[in-house]
């Protein structure tokens, strides 16, 4: 566990050598253990000279209200909003392991918008033009719901969705899906032969039966991550910076069983001190100007 008695290396913090600059999280190790540790596990600092004048909001009990009420982490400190919000997208990066392993057994897969209501007489449902389409895929243990994963596609196509399930499920898998023709492609396992999967399709049309009762676990997952970002975020997430906060639902998902609450602090920190460099600049796209 992180010493707070020695914040030192949070000096390095300031918004100058963060939004500006290369300081990224593996040039400051010790400072992404004093506050993952702080807003992930919830210890408070034994030392509270140094590390009040940088981390004044030690009422906050888990990472959750750190990222929730940013805000007023800026009104208590004297960070800018846009050093706190920079680090939180580090840390969001960070969430993902490479060759994480992937989902197994009964998998749920189907799509869903992410976004504000589809206004006017336009295309709706898979049609809609306005909102973030995002396809879930949730493992089915019983009535549990295990692991899930995210992404953001731009289309509910075969090309979108087959990789999708190839790319975060496991070969032999049963594939859960409604009667959607994006789905139609996907391999099959067949006897005698590795790689494929067994995919079983409930159609909702027909059935007498509504999607959340065909699909209980990711319909469940869907009306979970909504929420959390309307009563967490506001709804304020634009649709650039959503797979970075699908990823961080994810993680806090997968990991809500967990046992031990400090292998959650040691795994994000492990990720988040070989995480690439990045810089404000690069996190919203912004091309500096430099002249010479």
């Not at 206004?119 to 389409?133: D, E, I, M, V």
């Not at 961080?248 to 070989?274: D, I």
Request: net charge positive; charged share 25%.
């Amino acid at each position: 566990m992180a010493d707070f008695g020695k914040c030192n290396s949070l000096r390095y913090l300031r918004t100058s050598s963060i939004t500006n600059s290369r300081n990224h999280l593996s040039r400051n190790k010790k400072a992404v253990i004093i506050m993952v540790s702080h807003y992930v596990v919830g210890c408070s600092p034994k030392n509270r000279g140094e590390c009040n004048q940088y981390l004044y909001y030690v009422q906050s009990t888990s990472m959750m209200d750190f990222m929730g009420f940013g805000s007023y982490f800026v009104l208590r400190t004297k960070y800018k909003y846009e050093t706190v919000w920079t680090w939180l997208q580090k840390l969001r990066r960070a969430m993902v392991r490479p060759g994480r392993d992937m989902l197994s057994g009964v998998v749920e897969v189907d799509e869903t918008f992410i976004g504000g209501i589809e206004a006017g007489s336009g295309r709706q449902g898979r049609g809609a033009t306005t909102k973030t389409l995002v396809v879930v895929a949730t493992e089915c243990i019983g009535k549990q719901i295990g692991r899930v994963r995210f992404r953001c596609i731009d289309a509910a196509s075969a090309e979108n969705l087959i990789p999708f399930i190839q790319d975060n499920v496991s070969q032999g898998s049963t594939i859960v899906t409604d009667g959607w023709k994006g789905y139609k492609l996907l391999p099959l396992k067949k006897e005698g032969e590795e790689g494929g999967y067994i995919h079983e399709v409930k159609t909702v049309s027909g059935s007498g039966h509504q999607a959340h009762e065909l699909l209980p676990h990711v319909h469940m997952v869907d009306s979970l991550v909504k929420r959390w970002l309307m009563g967490t975020h506001q709804g304020k997430v634009s649709p650039k910076h959503l797979p970075y906060y699908l990823d961080e639902y994810a993680f806090r998902f997968n990991r809500k069983l967990s046992t031990y609450r400090g292998k959650l602090f040691y795994r994000l920190v492990q990720q988040a001190v070989v995480s690439e460099p990045l810089c404000y600049n690069d996190i919203v796209g912004k091309q500096l100007d430099r002249k010479g």
